[in-house]
């Protein structure tokens, strides 16, 4: 009888958003819930994360985390409270993948809620380059690197214990540059921030 081969298990890939930020130049007005094509701004982003491949999706909230439980419908995701949002992203992070270690996930794909011109198309493409628990990826732009990021979970560890102030894991990265593959998406998505009264502008 002719050996049949398994099927290659395809890694499982969580979306990690942060989503915590204040708008501190935006008047104090949380990011999450700024409105989107007439609903808050983190519904927007778990879609993304959902339609470009992702799951579980993890949420790490902040500023007004009541609020954002109680305005925003965010059906099968994981809300994870951030405590220490005004210290900067690097305590986001460090929350969202402390909370997706106790599960299953091959890797995590790192997203921010304010960057709504990135969309599904770039999200699968970053996804796609998943191979093992040690990948590492990153969504560039005319050659230079943003989001989204995908950390392998062998990564997240020595991620979580770098991660502090608004650095992220941008430190983390530059050490591990040789191992960091840059998946282009330019063509696919614009990866500006809402961070100004001026980028409000970008929102539908």
């Known amino acids: 009888m002719a050996h049949v081969a ?3 298990m395809e890694p499982v890939v969580a979306g990690l958003l ?5 708008g501190r130049r935006l008047g104090g007005r949380p990011k999450a819930l700024l409105t989107h094509r007439g609903r808050p701004l983190v519904e927007h ?8 491949g992702c799951g579980p999706v993890h949420v790490v909230l902040g500023a007004a985390a009541d609020r954002v439980r109680k305005e925003a419908d965010l059906p099968g995701c994981v809300l994870v409270d951030n405590p220490d949002w005004e210290e900067g992203m690097g305590s986001s992070l460090r929350a969202g993948l402390q909370s997706l270690s106790a599960t299953a996930a091959d890797a995590a794909l790192v997203s921010l809620v304010d960057q709504p011109g990135i969309g599904a198309e770039a999200v699968a493409r970053v996804r796609a380059a998943c191979r093992s628990r ?3 990826a990153a969504a560039a732009y005319g050659g230079e ?3 989204p990021v995908l950390f392998g979970a062998g990564h997240w560890q020595e ?3 770098g991660a502090v102030g ?3 894991a941008r430190a983390y990265l530059k050490d591990h540059e040789s191992s960091l593959a840059l998946i282009e998406c330019g063509d696919v ?5 809402i961070d100004t009264a001026e980028d409000l502008a970008h929102l539908e």
Do not use: F, K, M
């Open 6 to 8: 398994e099927p290659r």
């Open 18 to 22: 942060l989503a915590a930020g204040g």
């Open 45 to 52: 982003a778990v879609r993304v994360l959902r339609e470009g």
């Open 134 to 136: 040690q990948s590492l």
């Open 145 to 147: 690197r943003g989001h």
């Open 159 to 161: 991620i979580t214990a």
């Open 166 to 168: 608004d650095r992220g």
């Open 189 to 193: 998505a614009e990866a500006y921030d």
